[in-house]
C-alpha cells in the first residue's frame, strides 16, 4: 500500500452519510432486470487521472505527484496508486495508452520492453483485485514523431512505428482480457490543405484500420475493434469527424461489420451534435460500442474533459443506450480530469464518486422513461401512417406511380405537430 490517498477508504453506497459515499450508486439495484454496476460498467482512464500535470493551452503543470518522472520506479508507484484508487471507487474496469503507464524509452524496443514490465504488474494487480481492462489503445498523438499524424502521416517510417505500436498495445490487450481496443486519431487530419493529399491520406488510414482488423482476428481477440470520432482540435479537420462520417469511412473499406463506436460526450458537441445525437446515430447503423463519458465547457471552444454534472444530459444518453438494448462489451469511461486547482488526492477521488452518482441518477431516469413508456408511445403515433398497407405498398413503387397517385387526388397531406414541447415536459418528469 502506498500513503498517497492516505486514510481514504473504500467508498459504499449511502445516501445518509455525512463522509464521502456514494448517494446514488448502488451497484446492487436492479433496474430493468439487471444490476446497476452491470448496466453502468464503469472504468476509471489511466491518462487523466495518472498522467496529465494539470497544463492547459495558457498553462503548465500545477499537479506535484510522486510518480511524475521517468524512471521505471514512477512508472511502477503509479500503478500501485492507480490500482489503490480503483478499489476505493469500487469501478469494475480501467482503461489506458501505452505511453500512460511507461516511460518513453531511447528505442522502440526499449519502450517496448518497459510497457511489457508494466502490464505484466498489471496482470497481477487485476488477479489481486479483481479490476478489469475495459480496453487498452496506443497514444499515436502526443509524441512528435505524429504530429502530421500516425496512420495518415505522409512520412512511412511514422506509418510502420504506429503499426508496430498498435501491435504491442493488441498483444497486451488482449493478455489482460480486455474486452475492447480503441483507435483514437488525436492528429489523423489536417491543419492546412496547401500540404494534404487527402486521397492519399485517408486510403493509407483504411489500410492502417484493415491490418489492424485482420491481426485481431489473427490472434484471437475476440473483444471489439472501436474507433473515437473527434472533429477537430487540435487539427483543423480530423477525417473521423462523427458517427456518420466514421461509418461512410468503414463503408469505403468494406469494415462495417468489424468495427464499432466509442463515442465520447465532448467530442459530439465539438462537431455541433449532442451526445444522445451521436449515440442514437451510432444504434441506428449498428456500430454502437462504449462511451467515454465527460463534458465540456460550454462557454469555451475546446475539449475540457471535464467530469459530468448535468444530469438530463446524461439521462438522455443512457435512454438512448437502454433503448438500444445497453453495453455488450462496452461501458461507461471516465475520460475526464480534474480542475487545474484540484490539487489533492481527496479531490481524485471526489470528482469520480460525483461523476458515478451523476450517472446512476441518469440512469435511473432513462430506465423509468423507458418503462413508462409514453415517448415510445408517442413516436410510433408520429409514424403510424407508415404501417398501413398502402404506405408500405409505395415503398416498393417507382417514381411514377407515386407521383400518379397524388395526381388522381388520393393524397392530400395535412401537417400535424411534432408535439415537440409536450415530449420535453414528459422527459422533465423523470430528471
Not at 475546446?302 to 462496452?330: H, R
Not at 411514377?400 to 387526388?409: H, L, M, N, P, S
Amino acid at each position: 500500500m502506498t500513503d498517497f490517498f492516505g486514510t481514504l477508504s473504500p467508498l459504499r453506497y449511502d445516501p445518509e452519510s455525512d463522509q464521502m459515499a456514494f448517494r446514488h450508486y448502488n451497484p446492487d439495484e436492479v433496474l430493468l432486470g439487471k444490476r446497476m454496476e452491470d448496466h453502468l460498467r464503469f472504468a476509471a482512464a489511466y491518462w487523466h487521472s495518472f498522467a496529465w500535470p494539470g497544463g492547459d493551452p495558457f498553462g503548465g503543470q500545477t499537479f506535484e505527484r510522486p510518480w511524475f518522472g521517468d524512471t521505471m520506479e514512477d512508472a511502477r508507484l503509479k500503478a500501485d496508486v492507480a490500482f489503490e484508487m480503483f478499489q476505493i471507487l469500487n469501478v469494475p474496469y480501467f482503461c489506458f495508452h501505452d505511453a500512460d503507464i511507461r516511460p518513453e524509452g531511447a528505442t522502440f524496443a526499449e519502450s517496448a520492453r518497459r510497457f511489457s514490465e508494466i502490464t505484466d504488474i498489471f496482470a497481477q494487480k487485476m488477479e489481486q483485485t479483481g479490476t478489469r481492462l475495459l480496453w487498452g489503445t496506443a497514444n499515436l498523438f502526443s509524441h512528435r514523431r505524429f504530429m502530421a499524424g500516425a496512420a495518415s502521416n505522409p512520412d512511412p517510417e511514422v506509418f510502420a512505428w504506429s503499426a508496430a505500436t498498435v501491435k504491442n498495445c493488441l498483444d497486451a490487450t488482449h493478455a489482460l482480457g480486455g474486452e475492447n481496443y480503441v483507435l483514437w486519431g488525436g492528429r489523423e487530419g489536417y491543419e492546412t490543405l496547401l500540404n494534404t493529399d487527402l486521397a492519399a491520406e485517408t486510403e493509407h488510414m483504411g489500410r492502417f484500420l484493415s491490418v489492424v482488423v485482420d491481426y485481431k482476428h489473427k490472434i484471437g481477440f475476440k473483444g471489439a475493434i472501436l474507433v473515437e470520432p473527434k472533429p477537430q482540435e487540435p487539427t483543423k479537420h480530423q477525417y473521423d469527424y462523427d458517427v456518420g462520417t466514421v461509418y461512410g469511412f468503414l463503408k469505403r473499406f468494406g469494415l462495417e461489420d468489424e468495427v464499432k463506436m466509442n463515442i465520447e460526450q465532448g467530442h459530439a458537441i465539438l462537431a455541433g451534435h449532442s451526445f444522445e445525437h451521436e449515440i442514437a446515430m451510432a444504434q441506428a447503423l449498428g456500430i454502437f460500442g462504449s462511451i467515454d463519458m465527460n463534458r465540456n465547457d460550454y462557454q469555451s471552444g475546446w475539449d475540457t474533459d471535464q467530469f459530468p454534472n448535468n444530469v438530463p444530459e446524461v439521462a438522455l444518453a443512457y435512454y438512448e443506450i437502454l433503448k438500444g438494448g445497453g453495453f455488450t462489451s462496452g461501458g461507461t469511461n471516465f475520460d475526464a480530469k480534474l480542475r487545474r486547482q484540484s490539487l489533492d488526492p481527496e479531490d481524485l477521488i471526489a470528482a469520480h464518486a460525483g461523476a458515478m452518482d451523476v450517472c446512476a441518477r441518469g440512469l435511473k431516469a432513462a430506465a423509468a422513461m423507458l418503462e413508462d413508456g409514453t415517448l415510445e408511445q408517442m413516436r410510433r403515433n408520429r409514424y403510424a401512417g407508415w404501417e398501413s398497407p398502402d404506405a408500405q405498398a409505395m415503398l416498393g413503387m417507382d417514381l411514377e406511380t407515386i407521383a400518379a397517385k397524388v395526381a388522381d387526388g388520393k393524397i392530400d397531406p395535412m401537417p400535424r405537430s411534432g408535439r415537440q414541447e409536450i415530449l420535453e415536459n414528459v422527459v422533465n418528469r423523470f430528471v
